[in-house]
């Protein structure tokens, strides 16, 4: 019997939310066979199972948000059920012929066979060697009388080999281990708390920092979770603030709490730490796009964009392309820790994207190298696959400069705030017939506004307007495009 345990399928990832089982108790599953959906903080993403048997229990319910390393489900693999820790009492057989207890207690060698690794994740084979670890089995070094008191030195030691390599008992995932009554610098499960500082231990970072936000003493709880852990809900509880089953509770009439939580939580943390870290500055500009838009309609018709969506969009990532080139500074990014500027001569194009999940910001990456046609098929499959709810982690990052699109809901114009790690965000507004003065003439034309945020500690307000006025004039023009590229 396994147990595949959530692993971070992100760096500092702490827990994710089920969306979604693609199997159920009772289903075959091979190796690598897509099992379930989970929602990061970033994203939603396809975990596939790391065995092959049937499935035998799920561990964790949908819409549940689980810690990482926490068992999620069961799969039975024919080889019986899980070997019981290396610290558990279980009592052995009778010692014969005033054989000691502590002799018939030896573990047995470890095992040279591994378990099956997740592609793309555990530690591959031929890594270094693991270190034996002592457990609570383990006999001292001079073992005492039968009968007699063990001393104190024979209790399990506090873990300092944490590394994945010094433990020979870790699953594929690293993090995990297969003795989760044995945890490292805390108690054995069950084990009476000798202070406040090891009942901690039993409690996942995330839980932790609930407990602080509400309030909540660790020290006073009693854990509910495996080998008595704290959870959530023992915090909550504790608090007075149990969670309703439903996602959304009904908290009065007429009221209603959407929990925040995945990407939209994670939306909520960036764009709070970008609005009060990056002084933002926001210019406007509107422009005549009237020659832009029969380009668009040109383009349409012509045989390389048959395929492909073309729209006002593609021309003004085309014209942020090119006047990140002409005014590089635009495309770069303040190391606070360094107290450097980054100056990027590539970029990855950030196309804001509102999902049912959220705004999420994928880029395009290496952008500035892309032919019209493939920037067009680039864009059209990101905004597909946003729609989706399939973008990876790895689509939203390393971006460096970012537009979103704002007209296709109706606005003229906004402040953008900026996408953490970048310096400038340029908003696209609607498209709207206007009066406009053409050579002393009122006639009417295609008008849009572009507003322009960036951090004015990379940023002046000259290279600020620069860059606007050039963006605005190859919108209106289209044959600058190909005079500045």
Same mark, same amino acid.
């Given at each position: ?38 929602? /990061? ?39 019986? /059920? ?20 502590? #002799? ?105 920092? *609930? ?22 809900? $023992? ?19 007429? #009221? ?47 045989? $390389? ?29 303040? $190391? ?35 032919? *019209? ?52 965000? *340029? ?22 506004? *572009? ?35």
């Amino acid at each position: 019997m396994k147990q595949f345990k959530l692993p971070d399928v992100g760096e500092g990832l702490t827990e994710a939310e089920i969306v979604r089982w693609h199997v159920k108790a009772g289903d075959p599953v091979k190796v690598n066979q897509i099992i379930v959906e989970i929602e /990061t903080a970033k994203a939603v993403v396809e975990l596939p199972c790391p065995f092959e048997g049937v499935v035998a229990a799920l561990m964790a319910d949908e819409g549940e948000t689980v810690d990482v390393g926490r068992p999620i489900i069961s799969v039975d693999d024919g080889t019986g /059920t899980d070997p019981a820790p290396a610290s558990s009492a279980a009592p052995g057989p009778a010692p014969e012929r005033g054989q000691a207890l502590a #002799e018939d207690m030896v573990p047995a060698p470890p095992k040279e066979e591994r378990q099956p690794v997740l592609v793309g994740y555990g530690v591959k084979m031929g890594a270094a060697k693991r270190r034996p670890r002592r457990s609570a089995s383990t006999p001292p070094a001079s073992t005492p009388p039968a009968g007699s008191p063990a001393p104190r030195s024979a209790q399990p030691p506090a873990r300092q080999d944490t590394g994945p390599a010094a433990r020979e008992d870790a699953g594929p995932f690293t993090g995990e281990s297969a003795a989760p009554s044995v945890r490292e610098n805390g108690p054995a499960a069950g084990a009476a708390p000798a202070s406040g500082g090891r009942v901690a231990t039993l409690a996942k970072p995330p839980v932790r920092k *609930l407990a602080k936000d509400l309030g909540v003493d660790l020290t006073t709880l009693t854990g509910s979770g495996p080998q008595g852990s704290i959870t959530r809900d $023992d915090v909550q509880s504790a608090a007075g603030a149990v969670p309703a089953p439903a996602a959304v509770r009904a908290v009065q009439a007429g #009221e209603e709490r959407i929990p925040v939580k995945g990407v939209r939580r994670a939306t909520a943390q960036a764009m709070v730490a970008s609005a009060f870290t990056a002084p933002h500055v926001t210019e406007f500009l509107q422009v005549d796009v009237t020659e832009t838009m029969d380009a668009v309609g040109r383009l349409r018709r012509l045989p $390389d964009f048959a395929e492909v969506k073309v729209s006002p969009l593609l021309l003004v990532a085309k014209a942020v392309l090119v006047a990140a080139r002409r005014y590089p500074m635009i495309n770069s990014a303040w $190391d606070e820790v360094a107290q450097e500027i980054v100056v990027k001569h590539y970029v990855n194009l950030g196309i804001a994207a509102a999902t049912p999940r959220g705004l999420l910001v994928p880029n395009v990456k290496d952008a500035h190298a892309m032919s *019209l046609p493939d920037l067009a098929r680039a864009l059209g499959a990101l905004a597909e696959t946003a729609r989706a709810g399939r973008t990876q982690p790895a689509d939203m990052a390393g971006g460096t400069i970012t537009i979103t699109n704002v007209g296709v809901f109706g606005v003229d114009a906004g402040t953008p705030i900026l996408n953490p790690g970048e310096s400038a965000i *340029l908003a696209f507004g609607q498209v709207r017939d206007m009066p406009w003065v053409v050579d002393g003439q009122i006639v009417p034309r295609r008008v849009c506004t *572009l507003a322009l945020s960036f951090d004015h500690r990379v940023v002046d307000g000259e290279l600020g307007s620069l860059f606007l006025r050039d963006v605005g004039a190859m919108l209106e023009d289209p044959l600058r495009m190909l005079a500045w590229n």
